[in-house]
């Protein structure tokens, strides 16, 4: 079963401003990982958090973690029209194997 | 250094025709994963396997089998396929005690 859900499904906004997406997940873990898919193509890992961290940064990328909350959000500040794509948050799974398990993703169109 | 290369692309097959989809890692990953991406569902998994020589069933494995030939090469095979699995399928591997997953390009499956 899916264990990350992306919030919101859809998300469109102009180049220059900031993109929100929130990942909440079921069971604990140990690290939380963002990852975006290009129309067409398979998806590329983007940043990972564990579970001692609150926030991490990449480039224009900020992922905070709240595990009380089980919840993650990826913001894209100063967005181009180049990260239009889907991100997709993704998680270890549950059980003894590490099974990257992802979420429905969110469609974030970036308007030049 | 190719990383995960799928074969093939796209393919369109009758109702109970079979086929099998390629999938080789140049990595020396000991996993890879077998996907499947439907419109609104995320990706969802079909099989995996941790090591070579051994296979395990994801969340949907009905109308699929799988082989680990080697470390290299993981392969999906649809018996007698249905409509129900018009998709796009993705092969994914990771290293062992990583956690980052490294994604082929995809096959878009057409089951008419």
């Known amino acids: 079963s899916q264990q990350g859900e992306e919030d919101p499904q859809a998300l469109s906004i102009q180049e220059g401003e900031n993109a929100t997406m929130n990942c909440s997940y079921k069971?604990?873990?140990?690290?939380l990982q963002w990852y975006r898919q290009n129309s067409g193509r398979g998806l590329v890992h983007l940043i990972l958090i564990r579970s001692n961290e609150r926030e991490k940064h990449s480039g224009r990328l900020r992922v905070t973690l709240d595990t009380s909350k089980k919840s993650s959000s990826l913001l894209i500040t100063a967005s181009r029209a180049a990260d239009t794509a889907s991100y997709f948050c993704?998680?270890?799974?549950?059980?003894?194997?590490?099974?990257?398990?992802f979420g429905r993703g969110t469609s974030l169109i970036v308007h030049p | 250094n190719a990383g995960v290369t799928q074969t093939p692309k796209f393919q369109v097959l009758k109702t109970g025709q079979s086929m099998t989809l390629q999938c080789a890692q140049d990595?020396?990953?000991?996993?890879m994963y077998w996907y499947r991406q439907d419109p609104g569902m995320g990706l969802r998994l079909i099989y995996y396997s941790a090591s070579e020589g051994t296979t395990d069933k994801g969340e949907v494995p009905n109308g699929y089998n799988v082989s680990r030939l080697n470390k290299r090469e993981f392969s999906l095979r649809l018996e007698s396929a249905a409509p129900s699995q018009t998709s796009v399928y993705f092969c994914a591997s990771r290293e062992t005690g990583g956690t980052e997953a490294f994604f082929g390009q995809g096959t878009r499956l057409t089951v008419v």
């Open positions: 990595m020396n990953h000991n996993s």
């Open positions: 993704a998680t270890p799974g549950s059980g003894g194997s590490y099974i990257p398990t």
């Open positions: 069971t604990s873990i140990n690290n």
